[in-house]
């Protein structure tokens, strides 16, 4: 089965600041993988899914922007973080049936 | 576009008791139909996968049904434990969309007193 890593577990980074999230996928290959986002009390948002390398497709826009620049491994990335960027970020692989990793909890402050 | 609910967002039960989770959907153009717990502080744990042409899947204490006609999935947990305690999520693939997208609902919070 599947093994989804997310690092880091938790971050806490001030406003205006870079933000870089990793993803890294074991147990399959050319995987689809995705972003969400959960903010506190609300469901899931796809912010950005990819069916291959260099391929991705984003949901809603913002200041956030992905890139699969390997088979298994999804980035997420900001040159400038705001404070409605704070949530639970959780990467998902699979094609049909989804698993997703551990999650990283972001406070922008 | 299709939206997906369940309903109670919260749900508290004694220890033992048999509980039904409803999801319902308004478009019935499901690819498949996925049942998620979430642990508070953590990722989504896969529960049980309902492809359209099943119209129920089984595993341990849960079962979950599809009925794409009323636009319904129920999860049903037996003998509930404590342990059950954590927030269920369904949601929904379509047919028509490109990528394998899940469409969550909002989930439904359980509570398993003992």
């Known amino acids: 089965s599947q093994t989804i890593h997310q690092w880091p577990a938790t971050l806490v980074q001030p406003v205006g600041s870079p933000l870089s999230l990793e993803c890294t996928v074991e147990?399959?290959?050319?995987?689809?993988l995705y972003w969400y986002r959960q903010a506190a009390g609300r469901g899931l948002q796809l912010l950005f899914y990819?069916?291959?390398?260099?391929?991705i497709s984003s949901e809603v826009p913002q200041n956030l922007s992905a890139s699969r620049p390997q088979d298994r491994q999804f980035i997420l990335s900001s040159k400038k973080l705001l404070l409605s960027d704070s949530g639970f970020y959780l990467c998902?692989?699979?094609?049909?049936?989804?698993?997703f990793g551990p999650g990283t909890r972001l406070t922008v402050l | 576009k299709q939206e997906v609910t369940q309903i109670p967002a919260a749900l508290s039960v004694p220890e033992g008791e048999n509980l039904v989770l409803n999801c319902s959907f308004t478009?019935?153009?499901?690819?498949?139909l996925q049942w998620f717990r979430q642990d508070p502080g953590k990722g989504l744990t896969s529960l049980l996968l309902?492809?359209?042409?099943?119209r129920e899947q089984t595993s341990g204490r849960l079962n979950a049904s599809l009925d794409k006609s009323s636009g319904r999935s129920t999860l049903y947990i037996a003998a509930s434990q404590p342990g059950d305690s954590a927030t269920y999520l369904c949601?929904?693939?379509?047919?028509?969309?490109?990528?394998?997208?899940?469409?969550f609902g909002q989930g439904t919070e359980l509570s398993v007193k003992p």
């Open positions: 998902a692989s699979g094609h049909y049936e989804q698993f």
């Open positions: 478009d019935s153009a499901i690819y498949n």
């Open positions: 147990g399959t290959s050319n995987p689809n």
């Open positions: 990819s069916v291959g390398i260099g391929q």
């Open positions: 949601a929904a693939t379509m047919i028509y969309n490109q990528g394998g997208k899940l469409i």
């Open positions: 309902i492809q359209s042409s099943q």
